[in-house]
């Protein structure tokens, strides 16, 4: 998270069985981990509420008593001071339909009980890793000069995730919202890097994930001779109405289909919800091209926009 890293995180955890919760507590015992226990629902909110400090990220059982966890989830995303919370379900009700009541009600992170203090850690730390690279572009993209409005038309070449991130937020000031452009660039961007470049696959990625190796490997694999020279393309068209972004990699391509929409089968992954969030919140259109090594990807410009 750059200069501003955080040491602790705040992780309110809400389940109403004793041993659950301690086995939580058990798993979670770590200087980079702060937990606050609640017995159901309502406790939770309370104790949301009444916070001086947000939390970081939420561990919510399912079913409790008094408010349970879809009810308690549906108070939390309709409010605003609350709502950027990721959420992680916890539950015994795994099934394809109430995984996806979750999804489309905010759940991006599921485990199924019983699960294994590997997959609790992995998922903890995909969701934590992924609310922190969100705050860093948002960063990045205050701290980016307003120059780039002039530009029509502009291209660039990169090789490594850092500099992604860096060019996505130059890049998202062609935007009217930046803030929202920047997450779903800097999404595709390291994509084009990590699956298109290095040829890390989805099943790849979740094990590395799980395994906490995966700057590591993304570092091992920038210095091979076979992947060293490779970059990615983007360019940048800005129309009256629209601004187009053209991203280009020199991998094999992937069967991008399915990652277009939050899928229920890929919930308890630690990986995978990137281009559908990037589709559902950043563009208004999303277009791969060919073997899946590029992809169009278009933010319009409202009417109040152009006349200003």
């Known amino acids: ?30 200087i980079a981990y702060r ?5 159901d629902g309502e406790e939770a909110w309370e104790k949301l509420e009444r916070s001086s400090a947000p939390y970081h990220l939420i561990l919510l059982d399912r079913m409790m008593p008094r408010l349970d966890g879809m009810a308690l989830l549906q108070r939390i995303k ?5 709502q950027r919370i990721p959420v992680i379900m916890q539950t015994a009700a795994a099934s394809i339909d109430q995984v996806c009541e979750g999804i489309k009600a905010g759940v991006y992170y599921y485990l199924t009980k019983p ?11 995909a969701a934590l890793a992924d609310i922190a690279a969100r705050d860093e572009a948002a960063r990045r993209v205050r701290a980016q000069a307003d120059a780039l409005k002039l530009a029509v ?9 850092a500099e992604a991130c860096s060019l996505a937020a130059l890049l998202a000031h062609l935007c009217p919202v930046p803030e929202t452009a920047v997450l779903g660039l800097t999404e595709l961007m390291m994509n084009a890097v990590e699956h298109g470049n290095l040829g890390i696959s989805y099943a790849d990625k979740s094990l590395l994930r799980r ?34 972004f053209t991203i280009v990699d020199e991998g094999a391509g992937f069967a991008w289909q399915p990652y277009l929409q939050l899928d229920a089968e890929r919930a308890f992954d630690p990986n995978g919800r990137g281009i559908a969030m990037a589709r559902m919140t950043s563009f208004d259109r999303l277009d791969y091209r060919g073997c899946g090594n590029e992809v169009v990807a278009t933010v319009r410009v409202p009417q109040r926009r152009r006349d200003a």
């Open 153 to 161: 038309k502009a291209e660039f070449r990169f090789r490594s995730i």
């Open 115 to 125: 699960y294994a203090p590997e997959a609790l850690l992995a998922i903890v730390r």
């Open 78 to 82: 309709a409010t605003p001071r609350h």
């Open 35 to 39: 937990l606050d226990m609640a017995v």
């Open 211 to 244: 395994e906490n190796r995966w700057e590591e490997e993304i570092e091992r694999r920038s210095k091979l001779p076979e992947y060293r020279e490779r970059s990615v393309s983007i360019t940048a068209e800005r129309s009256v109405d629209a601004v187009e």
């Open 1 to 30: 998270m750059g200069g501003n890293e955080v040491l602790s995180y705040r992780i309110l955890v809400v389940d109403d069985e004793a041993l659950n919760r301690a086995i939580i507590a058990e798993c979670l015992d770590d």
